[in-house]
Every structure is written in structure tokens, then in C-alpha cells.
């Protein structure tokens, strides 16, 4: 799954992610535009968050924890 997102993906990645870097939100000093900020958001929710949802459920992963933790809680499995 996920290579196969990178390969249909990745350009279109790469394009949004330079926006995003050249940015103030990131390295840059470019304002992001409404329509910059609405491609990104849009293409985050239609590719990013539903494969992001398929390898949770394929790891067996309800919910993600609120920080990045050296170890996943007991709670955030499926099983439990």
C-alpha cells in the first residue's frame, strides 16, 4: 500500500511540500495562499489520512497517541 502511494504520489508530494517549505510556516518567507493551503489540506484528506487509517487498522492501531511516545500504549490496540 504504501508504495504504491509513493509511486502514484510522490510527485504531487514533492510539488506540496515545496510550497509548504518555501513558506512562513516552515523555511521561507512566502506567504502560503488560501488555494496553496486548500490543494494541500484536500490532497491530505482524499490520500494522506485514508492510508494513514488502512495501516493503522492493518497494524491493528485504534488511535493514534497525542505525542510521539518511545512505545505504543497498551490502549491504542485493537485487542484491548
Avoid: C
Avoid at 1 to 24: M, V
Avoid at 57 to 66: D, E, R, S, T
Amino acid at each position: 500500500a504504501i508504495s504504491g502511494f509513493w509511486t502514484n504520489q510522490h510527485r504531487k508530494l514533492e510539488s506540496l511540500l515545496g510550497t509548504r517549505n518555501y513558506s512562513i510556516l516552515a523555511h521561507g518567507s512566502i506567504p502560503i495562499s488560501e488555494k496553496d493551503w486548500s490543494q494541500f489540506h484536500g490532497w491530505m484528506q482524499d490520500h494522506v489520512l485514508p492510508l494513514q487509517h488502512e495501516q493503522m487498522k492493518a497494524n491493528n492501531i485504534k488511535v493514534l497517541p497525542k505525542q510521539l511516545p518511545k512505545a505504543m500504549p497498551e490502549e491504542a490496540f485493537l485487542n484491548n
